[in-house]
């Protein structure tokens, strides 16, 4: 089993971008695998997590995304792009899934973990090409963290891997399945079809008054009216605040200031040549070397890197681990292709040039007047529209009716209904404006029943609704229906007869009789045609075909025609297949499809049982708040 994980390393733990984690955990604290104590943001079988540790999850995701994207990933970037919805769903699933391994006994032995950390380059001695692990420990002490908490999460990192790996290892679909589904798609039927329509059905029968009346008895739901409400609806929309404040110059100027260094300075980027040598003797030499013109790449070459092993591309300051390097290589004056004398760093001896230089970047006030300006009027405006929603929830606390309420705050419901839960009226006319999810909420309220104060699903703001009255769903008087009625009775008879004509025409093939024979009274010849799965017209449908192929030869399919009232009846008489036509290779790239499909389903399964098993209650009004606009 080890040497199974321990060949497994290299592959599983690709996505593991070890550096940025680090870095990550050096800004925000290394989580604690324990059960967290105090309001619980996210609840995962007996493991709580709190709305700080949301946070730091949070800030570490994006500082590795800011990372991939060349430090351009804002925290309205990482919002809008769905990231707290990811890492809510990350914490969940892990937390899932350590709780799983610790319920069936399974532990990630140290001696792997130990395997992982000196099999990772990024502990590598360069010059050795082996574990350091002075390098290692330099690191983690650098940003206070101890080698114990490191190896911990590495632990259960490689644990969960462990239990995904052994999900989806299966590699290409089986050989048979495969070939059955080539098979599949190759397949071609001969039929020949029989399209039965109105005139081909003999003549149609006049309904009775009785006729007409019995229909109405047997079928009273299809002319009973449905369930109407009226009710009462407020909507404050955040918007409807915003029409008569204005945001202070001299304020707007000051939140400029505020987050100038933060948002609007784009700090200077520098693209950099680095190798670090053993000793001072060696790095001078290289040095210069360097300044009489030997290129770095043949310096790099000569220690066995590549160029773009030794390059980093438009690094900031911050990105550079070691403190040392980080200083000189931003040193003022530097130009492209300055060459720095060598620096005292972390792993020995380092010398660097400078390969390109972007400068820094501000963001006028001008540039920006118009989002801050938005961003100010947006806090001023939501501040004014929970005073609104406060002032009204007052005066319903002193029993004032929603109406009432609103009145004294200056505002005014608008009556809806009688409508249906589909926001028809009676008689069929559609009543616009209602919000979809007022609508909704009216049809969840009891008669006389309020509701809060409720979101708007765009998040403008909110609405409250009164349920003035409920209108109980009713038959319909006979006469008012009368032309439905009968409309109805036609269709009813036409489609009985093209049906009792099919099942002739069925019973006679049944009884001996060709299929020509059995159309023969109709003056109808049956058309012969060779289909495959994906053939359609006017006549067979994507579901008759589905039914063409699913029965056996000889036997006969019927159903509705894809286009009017008319039926088919269809006879399978061949059944043959085509040539395979795809390649060697193709057909190689189809399995692995396939087997990763159903690895995929496998996975999903096993993530959602154990999601279910430990149960996950997440505190909205707490992530909510974390992840609100204005924070």
Known sequence: MLSQVRGALKGAMAWFIVVLLILAFALWGVPELRTFSGSAAITVGDKSFTQQY????????????????????????????????????????SSALDQFTNKMGLAMPREIVRDYLQQNENFQNPATGKFDRFRLESILSQNGITVQEFESRIAYELMRNQIIGAL???????????????????????????????????????PTPNDLKTYYQQNQAAFTAPEYRTFDLLILRRSDFAKDLKAPEEELRQLYKANKERLYDKPERRTLYQ????????????????????????????????????????????????????????????????????????????????????????KTFEEVRDALEADYLNNDTRRALLNAVDEIEEERDTGASLAAAAEAAGFKVKTFGPVDRFSFAPGGAIVDKILGEALAEAFR???????????????????????????????????DVRDEIEQRWRKQEREQRISNTIRSIREAVENGQTLEEAAAPLNRAPIE?????????????????????????????????????????????????????ISASEEDIYKQYIGYQINQELLEAFMTAIREDYGVKVNKAQLDSLFAEAQ
């Open 54 to 93: 949301v946070q730091n999850e949070f800030n570490r995701a994006m500082f590795v995304r800011r990372q991939e994207n060349g430090g351009d990933f804002t925290r309205e970037d990482a919002i809008a792009s769905g990231l707290p919805d990811q890492v809510v769903n990350s914490i969940a699933v």
């Open 168 to 206: 989806t290892s299966s590699g290409p679909a089986p050989n048979q399945l495969v070939d059955a589904m080539l098979l599949r798609q190759t397949e071609r039927r001969r039929i020949a079809y029989l399209t039965v329509t109105n005139d081909m059905a003999g003549i149609a029968a006049e």
């Open 275 to 362: 190798l670090t040598y053993d000793t001072e003797a060696e790095a001078t030499a290289a040095a210069a070397s360097l300044r009489q013109g030997t290129p770095f790449e043949n310096i790099a070459r000569d220690k066995g890197f590549s160029l773009e092993e030794v390059t980093f591309t438009e690094a900031q300051k911050r990105d550079i681990l070691d403190p040392s390097v980080a200083e000189a290589a931003f040193s003022n004056g530097l130009t492209e292709g300055a060459v720095i004398d060598p620096v005292k760093s972390l792993f020995g001896w380092t010398i660097i040039q400078i390969a390109g230089v972007t400068p820094p970047e501000t």
């Open 445 to 479: 309220l009891d008669e006389g029943e309020e509701s809060e104060a409720l979101d708007l699903a765009d998040n403008d703001g909110y609405f409250l609704i009164a349920l003035r009255e409920i209108t109980p769903p009713a038959l319909l008087p006979l006469d």
């Open 529 to 581: 045609i060779v289909i495959d799965r994906r053939f359609e017209n006017e006549t067979i449908s994507s579901a008759f075909n589905e039914q063409i192929f699913f029965a056996n030869l000889g036997d006969l399919a019927s159903g509705p025609t894809a286009i009017g009232e008319a039926q088919v009846v269809a006879e399978i008489r061949n059944i043959t297949y085509a040539r395979n036509s």
